[in-house]
């Protein structure tokens, strides 16, 4: 393998691995969600972040992975936060 081929080689692996990451950051936005709108009721509307964390965590995620996923869903405008530990769906 010549230098050329290497450096393609990298390239590549470069590039799936961004494509790895940026759909494991898809499927956390997506259980997060899923888990939002299973504690979210009708009357409410809200819930409470720690509700959320604790079930996030009950399946898995970190808590820095939790809060990384509320930074990013807020920054896309799919949830909102109404008061002080309280999320809602936007």
Known sequence: MDEADFEEL???QRMMARRVASESETDSKIKLMDIIN????????????????LEAQAQGMSEAE??????SLKDDHMIIEPEEGFIRRA
């Open 38 to 53: 299973e504690l979210v009721t009708d009357k409410n509307k809200k819930v409470h972040k720690e509700a959320v964390l």
């Open 66 to 71: 939790v809060d990384r996923v509320i930074r």
């Open 10 to 12: 990298m390239r590549i």
